[in-house]
């Protein structure tokens, strides 16, 4: 129902290449970032993780900032492809190109890939994030929903501790 009711609604899931990164921040301290795009992908995905770090009550400065936050947009790639897999033993058996007894599995999606580092003084923090879509969809809706996915994933970096 709710992808009826949301015009950019598209499932999307994040995956990082490690742990991830975690950092305790305080309010008003500050963050600058310096976004890369040889890929030349139309993007507002920093203007949009500005915002997103600015509601959680840190700011952005270019002179002397707490957080340092570079990013570097990869790619953004459709993957379609299709898999054999067999639900019976007489696959084995039976070299036939066409077999009935055998299911198809396919998959078409987005995939977005985005670098990130976070420096804060002396400690370095990494990560690479790939965001993918559950199916194909509309190019620009998928992008939205993958910038989304991965600006919810770099905010969540930040914690505050009260």
Not at 23 to 33: G, L, P
Not at 39 to 68: A, C, F, H, V
Not at 113 to 119: G, R, Y
Request: proline letters at 2%.
């Amino acid at each position: 129902m709710s992808a009826c009711a949301n015009p950019t609604f598209i499932k999307s899931t994040i995956q990082t290449n490690n742990e991830g990164i975690f950092i305790q921040a305080k309010r008003n301290e500050s963050f600058e970032i310096f976004f890369q795009n040889p890929s030349k992908i139309k993007s507002d995905l920093d203007q949009q993780l500005i915002s997103k770090l600015e509601n959680l009550g840190l700011k952005q400065m270019s002179q002397d900032p707490t957080y340092k936050i570079y990013l570097n947009l990869v790619d953004m790639k459709k993957h379609s492809y299709a898999q054999r897999i067999s639900t019976s033993a007489r696959f084995f058996y039976d070299f036939d190109p066409l077999e009935s007894d055998g299911e198809w599995l396919i998959e078409n999606y987005y995939a977005m890939q985005l670098n990130i580092q976070i420096v804060q003084k002396n400690n370095i923090q990494k990560t690479s994030l790939i965001a993918r879509t559950a199916y194909l969809g509309n190019k620009k809706r998928c992008q939205v929903s993958l910038e989304n996915k991965i600006v919810d994933q770099i905010t969540s970096f930040f914690y505050f501790k009260f």
